[in-house]
């Protein structure tokens, strides 16, 4: 039988990464995004990006799918997003002024995905 603080405990260090929170801020607020756009937005490396989005997956915090060559995500459980408002709430009542991500709308720069990508005429 697993001890469910040490489970709980694997959950919160995979949430304790800046990097991680800001993917699932992203897609707390779009939904569901292409690698390419979490790339763009966060302004990191695709290798890096992909890194972090595994570490979500394995602990059940993001799905994907794919469709052709592109790959989605989205948070696997709409809880998570509650999860990070509370979070923000909690710091702000304790005096912590603090900026976030501010998400940008479609289309992305930088991303080369089709949604972002005019298409030639």
């Known amino acids: 039988m697993a001890d469910g603080y ?3 405990a694997e959950l919160i260090r995979a ?3 800046p990097t ?3 993917i699932l801020d992203i897609l707390a607020q779009r939904g569901e995004c292409c690698v390419c756009h979490l790339t ?3 302004e990191q490396r695709q290798p890096y990006v992909s890194q972090q989005l595994m570490v979500l997956r394995e602990k059940g915090l993001v799905s994907d799918r794919k469709d052709g060559v592109m790959v989605y995500y989205r948070l696997a459980d709409a809880r998570t997003a509650a999860l990070l408002a509370l979070s923000r709430e ?3 009542r304790s005096g912590q002024r603090s900026e976030f991500l501010d998400v940008p709308e479609s289309p992305v720069e930088g991303c080369p995905c089709p949604a972002c990508t005019p298409r030639s005429p």
């Open 20 to 22: 991680r929170l800001r």
């Open 15 to 17: 949430l304790a990464h």
């Open 90 to 92: 909690l710091l702000r």
């Open 6 to 8: 040490t489970e709980l």
């Open 40 to 42: 763009a937005v966060l």
